[in-house]
């Protein structure tokens, strides 16, 4: 019988013989689908970070667009705090080659980021902006014509207005789900409508809608019903403003199939939905809100936080990946 001829390839180098001979595995001589598909489990940080520094080999694997059709640059995947996010993030765009999905941005945003992201993501599908106090209103009206594919938009603890609302609405006719979440002071008392009706106006094919901590009155709410026809879920947790006694009770809980209330509770939130205004932070009762049976001066709200809907309705998962 005729010898097996030697293996030829890149990896039966005389380091990988010795550490097959050793018995030790040689991660180097998985077949590189099988090293993409490891890699797409880790966070983009992590790939960038840690991943692209390892060896020559794993650096050019870190760079294949199929790891960064989904970007997610969360506050919790950071390994080292003295990262430059901003400039990983702006590598992990490049990276995509044009073919990212859904992106998560978080505390760094800026309008020179949101601008790169609108031209390198022509078909993306989810944005998510958290605590980024760097974006401006104008910038994201610019950049939503450049978005036509957006399904799911969720800007949180930001310092953006109606206006923007408005512009994706606008721009965005796929558009499904909206999440548009601020944290709760309880003072001063401030009432406005502005964000709620740039919603009815503006998104009518929109099933699921996340408005924690919002300062919209029944007025709002109001049209948000009849603008929305097709809406399946409704978080108002910590939409205190919202006085749902009597026939518009009645209406959400015969329009909405998942309805959130007011004093639902938010042990689930990611983030703080609630700031200690030195009132003594007493609880919310249970239930759907009567606000005429309260003072100002006890529940006054004033918003700018996050929430999360439940499992079933807004899972981490990404829903895109066999795009």
């Not at 293996?7 to 018995?23: E, F, H, L, M």
């Not at 512009?167 to 001063?188: D, M």
């Amino acid at each position: 019988m005729n010898p097996l001829p030697p293996p030829s390839s890149a990896t039966s180098s005389s380091n990988s013989k010795a550490v097959i001979d050793s018995g030790e595995r040689n991660w180097l001589d998985l077949p590189r689908d099988a090293i993409l598909s490891i890699f797409r489990k880790l966070d983009t940080i992590d790939t960038l970070f840690r991943v692209h520094n390892v060896c020559k080999t794993w650096r050019k694997i870190s760079e294949d667009p199929f790891l960064y059709r989904t970007i997610d640059m969360s506050n919790s995947c950071v390994p080292d705090y003295t990262l430059d996010l901003k400039t990983l993030c702006h590598r992990a765009i490049d990276y995509s080659c044009g073919h990212m999905i859904d992106i998560n941005i978080e505390s760094f945003g800026t309008d020179d980021l949101l601008h790169h992201v609108a031209d390198s993501a022509s078909h993306l599908r989810r944005l998510r902006l958290a605590s980024c106090w760097g974006l401006s209103d104008e910038a994201l009206c610019e950049v939503a014509e450049k978005f036509p594919h957006l399904e799911e938009i969720d800007i949180t603890i930001c310092n953006l207005s109606d206006r923007t609302l408005g512009a994706i609405g606008r721009c965005c006719p796929q558009l499904k789900t909206c999440k548009f979440n601020s944290e709760v002071y309880r003072l001063p008392h401030i009432e406005s409508n502005d964000e709620a009706f740039a919603i009815a106006k503006t998104m009518p094919e929109l099933r699921h809608l996340q408005l924690v901590g919002n300062k919209m009155t029944n007025d709002g709410l109001l049209a948000i019903l009849d603008g929305c026809p097709l809406l399946e879920s409704l978080d108002m947790r910590r939409c205190f403003n919202v006085n749902l006694v009597g026939s518009l009770g009645k209406r959400c809980q015969e329009q909405i199939k998942c309805l959130r209330l007011p004093c639902d509770a938010t042990d689930d939130c990611p983030f703080e939905t609630e700031c200690d205004d030195g009132s003594g932070g007493e609880d919310y009762s249970d239930g759907i809100l009567d606000i005429d049976m309260l003072s100002d001066d006890d529940y006054a709200v004033y918003p700018y936080g996050y929430d999360e809907f439940s499992d079933a309705e807004f899972s981490d998962d990404n829903p895109y990946d066999d795009f």
